[in-house]
């Protein structure tokens, strides 16, 4: 199982690959500091608790009222820091490469839920355009398979609702200002473009 040391998981992209919906420099500074700084940071909050060595990220975050109060705000914002990016990160993949609706049981899903895919994919816009702050927008399950689109703060993960998420967008504005500035939803848009449907299906497959 994963867990301490942290590792940083390498992009399962080259940097390049996502553009021009996601440009190189954003990605790399967005993968190799950002995203790597959380890991490092939550490495250095777990190391002197050895009862906690055996954790995933996950648990970290699932369990963690159980922690040592001392730690739980930087459990909460690097262990969520490295769940949520790594989700996001597998969020998207290069344009072109795979077919780029959702099919199968999420199809399903998503048609019983929004009525149709385009519908779903205007509802998780205007939902995302509409986060104040920092944060994520969530396409996620719960246990009896409802999807619900969720906004959360900072680095909050959904998994703390007792909710399965399936994909997400990184809004805070590091995600996209170097190439859109303030164009929110230009950047939004170019997500939804590049959405790796295959690795939602496969996140809710794994719950089933
Ligand atoms: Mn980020």
Same mark, same amino acid.
């Given at each position: 199982?994963?867990?301490?040391?942290?590792? =940083?998981?390498?992009?399962?992209?080259?940097?390049?690959?996502?553009?021009?919906? =996601?440009?190189?420099? *954003?990605?790399?500074?967005?993968?190799?500091?950002?995203?790597?700084?959380?890991?490092?940071? #939550?490495?250095?909050?777990?190391?002197?608790?050895?009862?906690?060595? &055996?954790?995933?990220?996950?648990?970290?975050?699932?369990?963690?009222?159980?922690?040592?109060?001392?730690?739980?705000?930087?459990? =909460?914002? &690097?262990?969520?820091?490295?769940?949520?990016?790594?989700?996001?990160?597998?969020?998207? *993949?290069?344009?072109?490469?795979?077919?780029?609706?959702?099919?199968?049981?999420?199809?399903?899903?998503?048609?019983?839920?929004?009525?149709?895919?385009?519908?779903?994919?205007?509802?998780?816009?205007?939902?995302?355009?509409?986060?104040?702050?920092?944060?994520?927008?969530?396409?996620?399950?719960?246990?009896?398979?409802?999807?619900?689109?969720?906004?959360?703060?900072?680095? &909050? *993960?959904? #998994?703390?609702?007792?909710?399965?998420?399936?994909?997400?967008?990184?809004?805070?504005?590091?995600?996209?200002?170097?190439?859109?500035?303030?164009?929110?939803?230009?950047?939004?848009?170019?997500? *939804?473009?590049? =959405?790796?449907?295959?690795?939602?299906?496969?996140?809710?497959?794994?719950?089933?």
């Amino acid at each position: 199982m994963d867990c301490f040391p942290f590792d =940083i998981k390498p992009l399962p992209y080259d940097y390049n690959e996502l553009e021009p919906y =996601i440009d190189t420099k *954003t990605l790399e500074i967005h993968h190799d500091k950002h995203y790597a700084k959380y890991v490092k940071s #939550l490495n250095q909050t777990i190391e002197p608790f050895k009862q906690l060595h &055996n954790m995933s990220v996950k648990e970290l975050i699932v369990r963690c009222h159980s922690l040592p109060f001392s730690i739980q705000t930087a459990v =909460i914002n &690097n262990a969520g820091g490295i769940y949520n990016h790594e989700l996001y990160f597998n969020s998207m *993949t290069p344009p072109n490469k795979k077919i780029n609706r959702p099919t199968g049981v999420l199809a399903c899903l998503i048609e019983r839920k929004f009525g149709s895919f385009e519908l779903f994919i205007d509802e998780f816009e205007s939902c995302a355009e509409k986060l104040f702050g920092s944060g994520y927008c969530f396409l996620c399950a719960d246990k009896r398979q409802n999807l619900k689109i969720i906004l959360t703060p900072n680095q &909050n *993960t959904p #998994l703390s609702l007792d909710l399965i998420p399936l994909l997400t967008i990184d809004v805070w504005e590091h995600a996209y200002y170097l190439k859109y500035q303030n164009l929110r939803s230009e950047y939004i848009d170019s997500f *939804t473009s590049i =959405i790796d449907w295959e690795n939602a299906e496969n996140m809710l497959n794994e719950m089933l």
